[in-house]
């Protein structure tokens, strides 16, 4: 965030419902919803499943390998979103004994 000038990044209302649904639906499946007092139910006999992951700790992982960038409603420091990538060189061309063929293996 910091290295493209990122001022916030905000989850879309829609992405959030969708999200709510999809889980709510999982979650009914799960002991939670039996009729037990939990602190998953915010201490109530009856009611939401508010605080696990739906599916698998194997299905969480997949899901936070990649960001889905659509999701999101980012916000910049600067009005133009292509202002960190400065003046078009690198650090490196910049400074004086840069490799420059760093890439190049021999």
């Known amino acids: 965030m910091a290295n493209e000038d990122i001022k916030s990044v905000d989850v879309k209302e829609d992405v959030v419902d969708d999200w709510n649904v999809w889980g709510d639906e999982l979650l009914k ?22 605080a696990l992951y739906p599916g698998s700790p194997l299905h969480f992982k997949d899901l936070t390998n990649t960001i889905r960038g659509e999701d999101f409603d980012i916000k910049y420091r600067s009005k133009n979103r292509w202002k960190f990538l400065g003046n078009g060189f690198t650090r ?14 021999v």
Not at 29 to 50: E, F, H, L, P, Q
């Open 29 to 50: 499946r799960s002991v939670w919803a039996s009729g037990c007092r939990s602190w998953y139910k915010n201490g109530k006999v009856d009611g939401r499943i508010t």
């Open 92 to 105: 490196m061309e910049m400074e004086d004994g840069g490799d420059l063929s760093y890439y190049i293996n």
